[in-house]
């Protein structure tokens, strides 16, 4: 397994109170819920309770960022991660899904002030996407989880030192 290449300086634990959303694509099910079952051991392992968490399944990537919307509007959750893999094929769809997909929840986050990480693969080949998934580069769905409690801890940061206000 790969070592990783942003490790945090120093040791992470999510806010007691901390909630959190998952959103994950169904669509190469090997592949995402492999990433599925490694943010959820990331976020056990760094304190967040299960009864603190909420997982939401769609058909595939493109509807990710419509998800994490709704799950971001909603007021509930500190962050939100979401999950899936893009495969490069034989035609212009990747493009078209990678691109509207990243572009879509990267607005998500701009739009609501709710940290929406982006834990989707877009790889040439499926070996690729197991590699990333649990394989030789570890698994992007824990460092997804990771990412998702540091914004959180980020957000709480700002609210204390007065830069901005709490989310409830």
């Not at 090997?30 to 909420?54: N, Q």
Request: proline share 4%; charged share 25%; aromatic share 8%.
């Amino acid at each position: 397994m790969s070592q990783d290449q942003n490790p945090p300086l120093r040791e992470v634990r999510a806010p007691a109170d901390a909630r959190f959303a998952i959103v994950w694509s169904r669509f190469n099910y090997a592949i995402v819920s492999r990433l599925l079952d490694g943010a959820k051991a990331c976020f056990s392992e760094h304190g967040v309770d299960p009864s603190a968490l909420y997982v939401a399944e769609v058909p595939g990537a493109w509807e990710l960022p419509y998800a994490s919307q709704q799950l971001a509007k909603s007021g509930r959750f500190d962050a939100v991660v979401a999950l899936g893999a893009i495969i490069r094929g034989g035609t212009p769809h990747f493009d078209y899904v990678s691109q509207g997909t990243a572009l879509g929840i990267g607005r998500v986050a701009l739009d609501t002030g709710v940290a929406v990480v982006f834990g989707v693969l877009t790889t040439d080949d499926e070996a690729q996407a197991m590699d990333r998934a649990g394989g030789d580069h570890g698994n992007k769905g824990r460092d997804a989880a990771l990412t998702a409690i540091e914004m959180a801890l980020f957000d709480r940061k700002l609210a204390d030192d007065g830069i901005t206000t709490k989310r409830a």
